[in-house]
């Protein structure tokens, strides 16, 4: 029981040095603060994509976010200029508006993207081995911009494919 005492008044004397250290903050203020957070935060997918499909003669990027590899985040077809990107539990609707680097297959090494709402995302990709019907995605990089300048960077891997004629 003595042990037990010393160590829980520690705690509490670490537990109120936190607290007074902080400084005193108008609840809207304290608010506006977090809600200022939000966007880098939804940034992040919660979900991913469902199902894309490419018709006969077509190809398309199928992108997976690197650190949770069941969410399916991106997805262009080639020379549409156009994209789907997850990002939290609603996907947006992308129009190409650069493409630079390499061109592998129909694709480029690097793009941006620009959503209606003013959101940018930067794709840069470093294409892997070659595979039946398309070619290995070695690692890329998503990197969104939302209308605030929150910067969010998401590492990503996937696949080229394309549905043979």
């Known amino acids: 029981m003595m042990t037990r005492l010393p160590i829980a008044l520690t705690a509490l004397a ?18 506006a603060r977090m809600l200022a957070m ?3 935060i939804d ?22 976010s690197q650190t949770d590899t069941s969410k399916f985040i991106f997805f262009s077809k080639a020379l549409s200029g156009q994209a789907t990107f997850a990002q ?12 630079g680097g390499d061109i ?26 070659m595979m039946n019907g398309g070619q290995r995605i070695e690692s890329g990089l ?12 998401l590492p990503v891997l996937g696949v080229r494919a394309c549905k043979p004629e």
């Open 14 to 31: 670490l537990v109120a040095t936190g607290c007074s250290s902080t400084p005193d903050l108008d609840p809207q203020e304290a608010r």
């Open 38 to 40: 939000t966007p880098a």
């Open 43 to 64: 940034s992040v997918p919660s979900s991913g994509l469902g199902p894309q499909e490419v018709l006969t003669g077509e190809c398309g990027l199928f992108l997976w």
């Open 88 to 99: 939290g539990d609603i996907p947006i609707s992308l129009t190409q508006t650069r493409a």
């Open 104 to 129: 592998f297959g129909q694709f480029n090494t690097r793009a941006t993207y620009a959503s209606d709402d003013g959101r940018e995302l930067v794709l840069e990709i470093i294409p892997g081995e």
């Open 142 to 153: 998503i990197s969104l911009i939302d209308p605030e300048g929150w910067l969010t960077k």
